[in-house]
C-alpha cells in the first residue's frame, strides 16, 4: 500500500475516534473581518460597555475641541468689554456713529488707501441695526430745538478701523438697575490679539470727541440715588463778564480759586487735605448761582447741584455722594440754611424735614472720611441760621458778602445793556440820576435791574421811565 494511503487512513481513524462536529461554528468557517464587525459581535461591547466607551470618547473629543477654540481664541484675539455705567459707554456708541459715517464717505485717513483698502472697504459690513436718540437743545435765543443721532443698535456689527476689523456685540441684561430703572448694557469690542493696540488710539479719539461735544458747555449733574446723573443738557458756557459783582470781588474769588487748583503738590507735600470751600452769601437775586455757573465755564469745570433739604437724603447718602464727585466738577450746595429748619415738624407722610443731620453735613465737608480734590460751594440767603461749626476754616475758607447793587454795579450793567446804543451816554446819565434820586444804590438787586433792562431792549429812555415803578415795588417790600 503506497504510504499516501496510509496516512488518510490514519487520519480517518483518528477522527472517528475523538468525533467530528457536522457543522463547524460560524466564527471558525468564515474568516476575520474588521475591527467594527469584530466589536458589534462582541457580547460584552453589544450589551452596553463598548456605548459607554464611545460616549466618554465624544465627551473628551468636544472637551478638547472647545479647549483648543478657546486657546486659539485667547492666543489669536484680544476684547475689551464697556458696561453701561461707565462714562465711556456714551462716548464709544457716538464714536461708532461718527467713523462709520466718515468711513462711508471716504474721510478716514489711512483706511481706504490703495487696492486693498479700497476692497476692504467694499466688503466691511455697514451698521444696519441702528438704535434713534433725540435731545432738546436750548438756543441762545431762548428757543429750543431737537437734535437726533444714530448710534448702533443690539447685536453684533463690524467696523474696520485702521486697517483692522473689530467685531462689535450690545448686549442688553434682563436685570435692571434698580436706582435708574435702566437696564444693564455692554458692549464688546473684539480683534485680532495683533492689533490690539488700536483700543488705545480708538478710545482716545473717542473721548475727544465727545470733549468737542461738550465745547463752550457746562454739564449740570444732580443726585439721583447714590450716582450723580447729568440733569437735562449741557448749558451753554455763561462768559464770566455776564455776571457783575462789586469792583474787585470777582476778580478776587476767580484768583483764589485759580491758585487752589495750580497747588495740588503743594496741599499734598504738607499733608493738608486738598480741598476748598467757599461760602456766598447775602439777599435773593444778588447773582450768586449766576456767578458759580459763569465761574465754571470761566475755569471748564461741570456742577454738581445737590440741595441737602432733600427728602430721604441721609447722611451716608449725602458722604457717599461728595465722595464721588466727578472730575473737574464743582459741587454747589444751595440754600445751605434751609436744611436745618423745621425739622421737627412731620407732615402726613411722616416725614420731618430733611434726614441729613447737622453732625453728618459737617463730617462729609470735613470729616475723616471726606474725600479730597474738591470744590466746595455754599450759598444762603440767611447766614446768621448758619451755625459758627459751618463756617468755621478748614470748612469754609472765604465767605463772601453779594449785597444789593451798588453805584459800580449799576453803571457796567447799563454798559452791557446799552453801551452800543448810548455812544454819548446820556441815557447812561439820566438813568443814574433817576437811581439816586429815588435813593434806589444798595436797595435793588442786581436781577431786578437786569429784569427793567430786559423789559426795555433797546429803549434807553424807557429804562429811565421805568426806575419810578421800580422804586414803588421796592418801598412796598420794605
Same mark, same amino acid.
Given at each position: 500500500?503506497?504510504?499516501?494511503? @496510509?496516512?488518510?487512513?490514519?487520519?480517518?481513524?483518528?477522527?472517528?475516534?475523538?468525533?467530528?462536529? *457536522?457543522?463547524?461554528?460560524?466564527?471558525?468557517?468564515?474568516?476575520?473581518?474588521?475591527?467594527?464587525?469584530? =466589536?458589534?459581535?462582541?457580547?460584552?461591547?453589544?450589551?452596553?460597555?463598548? !456605548?459607554?466607551?464611545?460616549?466618554?470618547?465624544?465627551?473628551?473629543?468636544?472637551?478638547?475641541?472647545?479647549?483648543?477654540?478657546?486657546? #486659539?481664541?485667547?492666543?489669536?484675539?484680544?476684547?475689551?468689554?464697556?458696561?453701561?455705567? *461707565?462714562?465711556?459707554?456714551?462716548?464709544? =456708541?457716538?464714536?461708532?456713529?461718527?467713523?462709520?459715517?466718515?468711513?462711508?464717505?471716504?474721510?478716514?485717513?489711512?483706511?481706504?488707501?490703495?487696492?486693498?483698502?479700497?476692497?476692504?472697504?467694499?466688503?466691511?459690513?455697514?451698521?444696519?441695526?441702528?438704535?434713534?436718540?433725540?435731545?432738546?437743545?436750548?438756543?441762545?435765543?431762548?428757543?429750543?430745538?431737537?437734535?437726533?443721532?444714530?448710534?448702533?443698535?443690539?447685536?453684533?456689527? $463690524?467696523?474696520?478701523?485702521?486697517?483692522?476689523? $473689530?467685531?462689535?456685540?450690545?448686549?442688553?441684561?434682563?436685570?435692571?438697575?434698580?436706582?435708574?430703572?435702566?437696564?444693564?448694557?455692554?458692549?464688546?469690542?473684539?480683534?485680532?490679539?495683533?492689533?490690539?493696540?488700536?483700543?488705545?488710539?480708538?478710545?482716545?479719539?473717542?473721548?475727544? =470727541?465727545?470733549?468737542?461735544?461738550?465745547?463752550?458747555?457746562?454739564?449740570?449733574?444732580?443726585?439721583?440715588?447714590?450716582?450723580?446723573?447729568?440733569?437735562?443738557?449741557?448749558?451753554?458756557?455763561?462768559?464770566?463778564?455776564?455776571?457783575?459783582?462789586?469792583?474787585?470781588?470777582?476778580?478776587?474769588?476767580?484768583? @483764589?480759586?485759580?491758585?487752589?487748583?495750580?497747588?495740588?503738590?503743594?496741599? !499734598?507735600?504738607?499733608?493738608?487735605?486738598?480741598?476748598?470751600?467757599?461760602?456766598?452769601?447775602?439777599?435773593?437775586?444778588?447773582?450768586?448761582?449766576?456767578?458759580?455757573?459763569? #465761574?465754571?465755564?470761566?475755569?471748564?469745570?461741570? $456742577?454738581?447741584?445737590?440741595?441737602?433739604?432733600?427728602?430721604?437724603?441721609? *447722611?451716608?447718602?449725602?458722604?457717599?455722594?461728595?465722595?464721588?464727585?466727578?472730575?473737574?466738577?464743582?459741587?454747589?450746595?444751595?440754600?445751605? @440754611?434751609?436744611?436745618?429748619?423745621?425739622?421737627?415738624?412731620?407732615?402726613?407722610?411722616?416725614?420731618?424735614?430733611?434726614?441729613?443731620?447737622?453732625?453728618? #453735613?459737617?463730617?462729609?465737608? @470735613?470729616?475723616?472720611?471726606?474725600?479730597?480734590?474738591? #470744590?466746595?460751594?455754599?450759598?444762603?440767603?440767611?447766614?446768621?441760621?448758619?451755625?459758627?461749626?459751618?463756617?468755621?476754616?478748614?470748612?469754609?475758607?472765604?465767605?463772601?458778602?453779594?449785597?444789593?447793587?451798588?453805584?459800580?454795579?449799576?453803571?457796567?450793567?447799563?454798559?452791557?445793556?446799552?453801551?452800543?446804543?448810548?455812544?454819548?451816554?446820556?441815557?447812561?446819565?439820566?438813568?443814574?440820576?433817576?437811581?439816586?434820586?429815588?435813593?434806589?444804590?444798595?436797595?435793588?438787586?442786581?436781577?431786578?435791574?437786569?429784569?427793567?433792562?430786559?423789559?426795555?431792549?433797546? *429803549?434807553?429812555?424807557?429804562?429811565?421811565?421805568?426806575?419810578?415803578?421800580?422804586?414803588?415795588?421796592?418801598?412796598?417790600?420794605?
Amino acid at each position: 500500500m503506497p504510504p499516501s494511503q @496510509d496516512n488518510n487512513s490514519s487520519v480517518q481513524q483518528l477522527l472517528e475516534t475523538h468525533g467530528v462536529p *457536522d457543522k463547524l461554528p460560524t466564527s471558525q468557517v468564515k474568516p476575520s473581518g474588521s475591527i467594527l464587525d469584530q =466589536l458589534t459581535g462582541n457580547p460584552f461591547f453589544t450589551a452596553g460597555f463598548g !456605548l459607554a466607551i464611545i460616549a466618554a470618547a465624544a465627551a473628551t473629543g468636544q472637551r478638547a475641541l472647545r479647549y483648543g477654540a478657546d486657546l #486659539l481664541y485667547r492666543r489669536m484675539l484680544v476684547d475689551v468689554e464697556i458696561t453701561r455705567n *461707565d462714562e465711556a459707554y456714551g462716548w464709544i =456708541l457716538h464714536w461708532i456713529s461718527a467713523h462709520h459715517k466718515a468711513q462711508t464717505a471716504g474721510i478716514v485717513k489711512g483706511n481706504n488707501s490703495g487696492f486693498v483698502g479700497k476692497l476692504a472697504t467694499k466688503f466691511t459690513p455697514g451698521l444696519h441695526h441702528l438704535q434713534f436718540q433725540s435731545a432738546k437743545v436750548r438756543l441762545p435765543d431762548g428757543s429750543t430745538k431737537t437734535n437726533f443721532s444714530l448710534v448702533p443698535g443690539l447685536g453684533r456689527h $463690524i467696523l474696520r478701523y485702521r486697517n483692522a476689523f $473689530i467685531s462689535i456685540n450690545r448686549q442688553r441684561e434682563k436685570s435692571f438697575d434698580l436706582a435708574t430703572g435702566t437696564p444693564f448694557e455692554t458692549i464688546s469690542l473684539t480683534t485680532l490679539y495683533a492689533h490690539r493696540n488700536v483700543f488705545t488710539d480708538l478710545f482716545q479719539e473717542a473721548q475727544v =470727541l465727545a470733549r468737542k461735544s461738550q465745547e463752550g458747555k457746562t454739564t449740570m449733574f444732580t443726585a439721583w440715588g447714590t450716582e450723580w446723573k447729568p440733569f437735562g443738557e449741557p448749558k451753554r458756557k455763561r462768559p464770566i463778564d455776564s455776571v457783575v459783582l462789586e469792583e474787585g470781588m470777582k476778580e478776587h474769588i476767580l484768583k @483764589d480759586v485759580q491758585s487752589f487748583l495750580d497747588s495740588r503738590t503743594w496741599y !499734598l507735600d504738607r499733608g493738608i487735605p486738598y480741598r476748598r470751600g467757599y461760602l456766598l452769601h447775602g439777599p435773593p437775586g444778588t447773582g450768586k448761582s449766576s456767578f458759580i455757573q459763569a #465761574l465754571a465755564g470761566e475755569l471748564d469745570f461741570n $456742577i454738581a447741584i445737590l440741595n441737602v433739604s432733600e427728602r430721604g437724603l441721609t *447722611d451716608d447718602r449725602l458722604a457717599h455722594l461728595l465722595g464721588k464727585v466727578p472730575s473737574r466738577t464743582m459741587v454747589l450746595l444751595e440754600d445751605a @440754611d434751609a436744611a436745618f429748619v423745621n425739622r421737627k415738624q412731620s407732615d402726613s407722610e411722616g416725614y420731618s424735614g430733611a434726614t441729613v443731620t447737622f453732625s453728618g #453735613l459737617l463730617n462729609a465737608l @470735613d470729616g475723616v472720611a471726606s474725600s479730597e480734590e474738591r #470744590l466746595v460751594f455754599l450759598t444762603t440767603n440767611h447766614i446768621e441760621r448758619l451755625d459758627d461749626a459751618l463756617i468755621r476754616p478748614g470748612r469754609i475758607d472765604m465767605s463772601l458778602r453779594l449785597g444789593n447793587a451798588k453805584e459800580y454795579q449799576i453803571s457796567r450793567l447799563w454798559d452791557r445793556f446799552y453801551g452800543e446804543i448810548d455812544g454819548q451816554e446820556q441815557g447812561k446819565v439820566q438813568f443814574m440820576q433817576a437811581i439816586k434820586d429815588f435813593g434806589l444804590v444798595g436797595k435793588i438787586s442786581t436781577a431786578a435791574l437786569q429784569g427793567l433792562f430786559l423789559y426795555n431792549k433797546s *429803549d434807553t429812555q424807557g429804562a429811565v421811565r421805568s426806575v419810578a415803578a421800580l422804586a414803588e415795588v421796592v418801598y412796598k417790600k420794605s
